[in-house]
Nanobody
Framework: QVQLVESGGGSVQAGGSLRLSCVAS????????MAWFRQAPGKEREFVAV???????SYVESVKGRFTVFRDNTKNTVYLQMNSLKPEDTAVYCC?????????????WGQGTQVTVSS
């Protein structure tokens, strides 16, 4: 069984930092692009960042310069370092895995971890 488990969420004040982790089990980690999405109350799910299998990264414009995505293939873990957090970053953050030899859809999703940023 494939499972993605996020951790590291919590409540912080604006300007603070959090680091999210996503541990994958049941798959070989390396041939997957690993992405982070978020969904705020009343909003649609939004792409945040991706760490591609080959090492490249990309981010949604609103988090550039503040968030960093990176991975440790040995530990089957992808991270999202979030700095200078803003109240508008409040959301449930989920990780997702995309097989590089498949299509564009994400194959597996985690349950999510709550991030709350107070002003």
């Amino acid at each position: 069984q494939v499972q993605l488990v996020e951790s590291g969420g919590g409540s912080v004040q604006a300007g603070g930092s959090l680091r999210l982790s996503c541990v994958a089990s049941g798959i070989s980690f390396r041939p997957y692009n690993m992405a982070w999405f978020r969904q705020a109350p009343g909003k649609e799910r939004e792409f945040v960042a991706v760490s591609q299998s080959g090492g490249s990264t990309s981010y949604v414009e609103s988090v550039k310069g503040r968030f960093t995505v990176f991975r440790d293939n040995t530990k089957n873990t992808v991270y999202l370092q979030m700095n200078s957090l803003k109240p508008e970053d409040t959301a449930v953050y989920c990780c997702a895995a995309q097989y590089i030899f498949g299509g564009s859809r994400y194959d597996y999703w985690g349950q999510g971890t709550q991030v709350t940023v107070s002003s």
